[in-house]
């Protein structure tokens, strides 16, 4: 069938061509308490036929391979209709042609250990919890194995197939003391190595113990002050406030943002570095090729404070005239791929934890990240765990925090890069595209005059 | 349901299994317009299903799957999945057929693409008139979703379910100011007035030439009622029939108590038709009846599911729904979760200018950014002002920017109600009147 679809989209009466298939098998545990909520074991088929003709795009969908073909013929049809309906001018920048086949590289393979193995590995970690206090109320446990195959095929002679494992693994502990709730979690997702979820026991009682604490802490008084994030929160701020907005998709077509994005444009400190890169292997953001065959790549976006590049499609790189850097993504066949970053990074600089802790007077440690959202140039964080740093030392913890901030100016306002690095993983969403699986990744960093929110 | 999906539920029959199949069909158009032009055409038409099946010794295996094509691989999967379970209190439903039709409109069904990219093109010329600077995507997508339930009990449950989204992320770039234009339209059966989105944004653009400092502190503020979809976001949490069993919502030992100001009543009512949330059963196969959350401030229904109802030992209401992870919309692959279908805060006694000249001084709030993320299990919001404005003596004075709001809705509808407008206003799924809030803490730069 492969070869079919090779045929028929070189023979295509189009500009460009492409299909993708897509066969997904997972496996998902989920506990809630010490009970297993529910097995589940999921098989998806699907794919997609994109066609540029006359510039005019068109996109469509199948479950079943028997339409593939007669897919490819129509979505031309309608991408020609789009053509002639349209003035946008369309350009793709040239790649490589490339025929691979690319295997999973697993340090560990979860396929290896029984399912009644898992089931009482996290049978024994949502036990830790709930059997340290009686304050804890509930714990629930996402373990999700899922192995995707796909296979990509255009019209320029491309043929890639790529074996991916991703796999989840998170446990969130709820506690309640007098009317009040305290959730934290802790994930251990990645793309090579079952390994890193197993023997976490201590880290379970840490996490534990922070939910206990976090029932007796107060919420922080709201101001202006300096934060001092830990690299879990480092990587979260450059993905929401700076990765975003580098995704070429939102700025390619707009010339009053392009002109704010003009590369040249001094953004942050000389000693302020940040990349986004495919190669980082095993993380969950790192992949050989891209959704459009292209192959991925390290991406400086600002280098010694420097607008220096930014994030590509085929198609935004051809209307900019820059290289395509291997961002376009979709996180499963039901959506056209588009620009979205893979692992994006502070790298490390000078400072010692211990300066930047002891140089901050009254400010406030997020030492890890809960989540974040952006909105053009403003950008709001929750941090899961923070404290405050008085004279120098941390100290308290606080709760109900909020940062919020303009992205222009809080990179600007980055005082220290410390010489640490952790790389952290998540999910981003982006439209209606979530969850894509992604990581971010820095060192300890001190921003000054950050707008903290709190309802004191 | 087709034959080969009848074919399942007989297989499982056989077997001397119970099964409820569900499945969800979703044949999607959608339009996008890029730099003012119309760029992409996406047609779908995907479809999946989510098996139950009950075992001999009462306990629930599930999968997921796109295609039924080998039943004994998809039977045996089941299987594996129950052998690791205790017995299920959960009973699928049982001998009666219910197939819906007030759902979808067949005038709407007929809205052809091309009828799509006329309403874009409409919109992006009136956008145009405001300020031809505005650019950004506009995605308009039509949805006919096919949702349908089989059991081995004989139950059968089907409706078909339209609507359209229109969503505009128009951005506006003045020296160095970015200013968002966001609008979001869903509705079942009627066509997005383009007249008067382009009239809102119009009003916000003129209300945006100014921008004022505002400094931190304690403010009366006017929430919009679009800002009820954020504050009202830990309402699922609070209510939520499993929360309540496990005692984690701060709501668990709340029912019958007065835990908000008298003037506050919520209902969900999944019956108003052709919103987002309407339907008439869940997706569970139990009827979802209107709830009333809170009735003069005081708590009275929570949110069920089979399972939350049958170990609660109440009535269940029908609020098992499988939705998508975040960012919500409809899946077949979930697992049901008591959710909320259509929320309605009830208006007050005061007119839009009454509101806006209760004080001296306040800030009106038109949209946040980053609710998603709160501590939503206790009550907390809080977000970025995205769009907000101060406003004196009752007249808009200039726009403010780097503001963060966070309040606790237990404390803030409880005891910094000021008052409600009388008319409400519907966005999406949830309908509510203009909320005034008292002594509401706000930080800025």
């Not at chain 1, 098989?43 to 997609?48: A, E, L, S």
């Amino acid at each position: 069938m492969s070869d079919e679809i090779r045929d028929m989209l070189k023979a295509l009466d189009c500009d460009y061509g492409e299909v993708h298939v897509e066969e997904t098998d997972t496996r998902t545990i989920r506990f809630a308490g010490r009970e297993l909520s529910g097995i589940n074991i999921s098989k998806d088929f699907g794919g997609n036929v994109r066609v540029l003709n006359n510039n005019g795009w068109a996109f469509s969908t199948f479950n079943n391979m028997d339409r593939a073909g007669r897919l490819i013929e129509k979505t031309n049809q309608t991408a020609k209709e789009v053509g002639s309906l349209s003035r946008f001018k369309i350009r793709m920048a040239d790649v490589p042609v490339v025929e691979d086949r690319v295997m999973p590289d697993l340090k560990s393979d979860p396929r290896n250990a029984s399912l009644e193995d898992k089931v009482d590995q996290i049978k024994h970690y949502a036990d830790i919890p709930l059997s340290r206090s009686n304050l804890i109320k509930s714990v629930s446990v996402l373990y999700e194995e899922k192995f995707r195959k796909l296979t990509f095929i255009n019209s320029e002679g491309s043929f890639i197939t790529q074996e991916r494992m991703e796999l989840s693994a998170a446990i969130v502990v709820t506690g309640s003391k007098d009317g009040k709730t305290e959730i934290q979690s802790r994930n251990w997702s990645n793309n090579h190595d079952y390994g890193r979820w197993l023997n976490q026991d201590e880290e379970i009682r840490k996490l534990t113990d922070l939910v206990l604490m976090y029932l007796d802490a107060d919420d922080v008084k709201s101001g202006i002050y300096p934060v001092v994030c830990g690299p879990s929160q480092t990587g979260l701020f450059v993905h929401e406030a700076f990765g975003h907005l580098s995704e070429s998709d939102k700025v390619y077509k707009n010339e009053s943002l392009r002109n704010i994005m003009k590369l040249g444009r001094v953004f942050g400190p000389e000693i302020l570095n940040i990349t986004d890169s495919g190669m980082d292997h095993g993380q969950r953001g790192s992949l050989v090729y891209d959704d459009e065959g292209v192959k991925t790549q390290k991406t400086y976006l600002i280098r010694n404070g420097v607008l220096e590049g930014r994030l590509h499609s085929r198609q935004t790189a051809g209307i900019m005239g820059e290289k395509p850097t291997g961002n376009a993504r979709a996180i499963s066949y039901v959506y056209p791929p588009i620009v979205r970053m893979r692992n994006t990074s502070i790298e490390p600089g000078e400072s010692s934890l211990d300066d930047i802790i002891s140089s901050t007077g009254l400010g406030i440690y997020a030492k890890r990240s809960k989540g974040g959202q952006t909105g053009g140039e403003m950008f709001t964080f929750s941090p899961a765990e923070t404290y405050y740093i008085r004279n120098g030392k941390v100290a308290e913890p606080v709760r109900n925090v909020t940062f919020t901030g303009n992205l222009f100016l809080t990179l600007r306002n980055i005082e220290m890069i410390g010489d640490d690095y952790q790389i952290s993983s998540g999910n981003c969403g982006k439209g209606e595209q979530f969850p894509l699986p992604v990581s971010f990744s820095g060192p300890h960093i001190k921003i000054n005059s950050v707008t903290v929110g709190g309802s004191k | 349901m087709n034959t080969r999906e009848n074919q399942l539920i007989e297989a499982i029959k056989k077997e001397g299994f119970r099964g409820e199949l569900f499945a969800l069909e979703d044949n999607c158009t959608q339009i996008l317009f890029e730099d003012q032009l119309l760029s992409y055409v996406k047609e779908g038409e995907n479809k999946g299903y989510y098996l139950r099946m009950i075992d001999k010794e009462g306990r629930m295996g599930q999968i997921s799957f796109t295609l039924i094509d080998d039943f004994k691989e998809l039977i045996d999967n089941c299987i594996l999945s129950a052998s690791f379970q205790k017995r299920t209190p959960v009973e699928f439903e049982s001998s009666s057929t219910r197939t819906d039709e007030g759902y979808l409109d067949p005038s709407f069904e007929a809205v052809s693409g091309r009828e799509l990219i006329g309403l874009g093109n409409d919109l992006i010329n009136n956008i145009k008139k405001v300020n031809p600077d505005i650019k950004g995507p506009v995605y308009i997508e039509k949805n006919i979703y096919n949702i349908s339930l089989i059991t081995t009990e004989n139950a059968v449950r089907s409706f078909r379910k339209g609507r359209i989204n229109m969503e505009i992320e128009g951005k506006l770039s003045k020296e160095g100011d970015l200013i968002q234009f966001n609008r979001f339209y869903s509705h079942g059966r009627e066509l997005p007035d383009i007249k008067a989105i382009a009239q809102s944004i119009e009003r916000d653009h003129a209300s945006c030439k100014n921008i004022v400092n505002l400094p931190s502190g304690k403010y009366t503020v006017i929430l919009d009622p679009e800002v009820f979809e954020d504050i009202s976001r830990p309402v699922e949490a609070l209510f939520n029939g499993r929360s309540i069993e496990k005692k984690t919502s701060a709501l668990w030992d709340k029912a019958g108590s007065q835990i908000f100001d008298s003037r506050i009543s919520i209902v969900d009512d999944p019956a108003c038709p052709f919103l987002e949330n309407s339907v008439p059963f869940d997706d569970e196969g139990v009827p979802s009846t209107r709830l009333d959350l809170v009735k003069k401030g005081i708590m009275g229904d929570i949110l069920l599911d089979k399972e939350s109802s049958s170990l609660l030992g109440t009535k269940n209401n029908g609020r098992g729904f499988k939705r998508r992870a975040l960012l919500g919309g409809r899946t077949y692959n979930a697992v049901p979760q008591p959710s909320v279908t259509n929320l309605f805060l009830k208006g007050g006694d005061l007119d839009r200018e009454q509101i806006f000249s209760h004080s001296d001084r306040a800030v009106y709030i038109k949209s946040l950014m980053g609710t998603i993320l709160g501590h939503h299990i206790s009550g907390y919001v809080s977000g970025n002002v995205w769009m907000g404005f101060l406003v004196e003596n009752g007249s808009i004075k200039g726009r403010i920017k780097d503001v963060v709001f966070s309040i606790n809705i237990l404390d803030a509808l409880k005891n910094n109600i000021a008052g409600l407008g009388r008319d409400v206003y519907l966005t999406k799924y949830v309908s509510s009147p203009f909320i005034l809030l008292k002594d509401i803490q706000l930080t800025s730069k």
